[in-house]
């Protein structure tokens, strides 16, 4: 079983950037691939990007492609979401988790071990 723990969201102003944290303890992710997910106030969890365990290979959703990008560092035993040009709809709980697969997978329920999130909000 592994522990996930998300760091780094906070408040940021619209156009602003972020960089999300995923740190893993209890064994090592390196054999994972990885994703990041959001929720939003109301509405359901979504896929926000994803990585294969190498880190050769990323998927992300459309609403924030070419403004995210997903990286990991399996040395560190961590996954990193950087984010730029944040938007108010960019607000919600971010989550990282950890699948059984080796390629990178946008199918929520293909994720087996689940962080506890970090707070992200964007204000205009």
């Given at each position: 079983q592994v522990q996930l723990v998300?760091?780094?969201?906070?408040?940021?102003?619209?156009?602003?950037s972020l960089r999300l944290s995923c740190a893993a303890s209890g064994r090592s992710?390196?054999?994972?691939?990885?994703?990041?997910?959001?929720?939003a106030p109301g509405k359901e969890?979504?896929?926000?990007a994803a990585i294969s365990r190498s880190g050769s290979s990323?998927?992300?959703?459309?609403?924030?492609?070419g403004r995210f990008t997903?990286?990991?560092d399996n040395a560190k035993n961590t996954v990193y979401l950087q984010?730029?040009?944040?938007?108010?709809?960019?607000?919600?709980?971010?989550?990282c988790a950890a699948t059984p697969r080796l390629?990178?997978?946008?199918i929520m329920g293909e994720y087996i071990d689940w962080g506890q999130g970090t707070q992200v909000t964007v204000s205009s």
């Open positions: 998300e760091s780094g969201g906070g408040l940021v102003q619209a156009g602003g992710i390196s054999s994972n691939a990885m994703g990041w997910f959001r929720q969890r979504e896929v926000v990323t998927n992300y959703a459309d609403s924030v492609k997903i990286s990991r984010m730029i040009s944040l938007k108010p709809e960019d607000t919600a709980v971010y989550y390629l990178s997978t946008m």
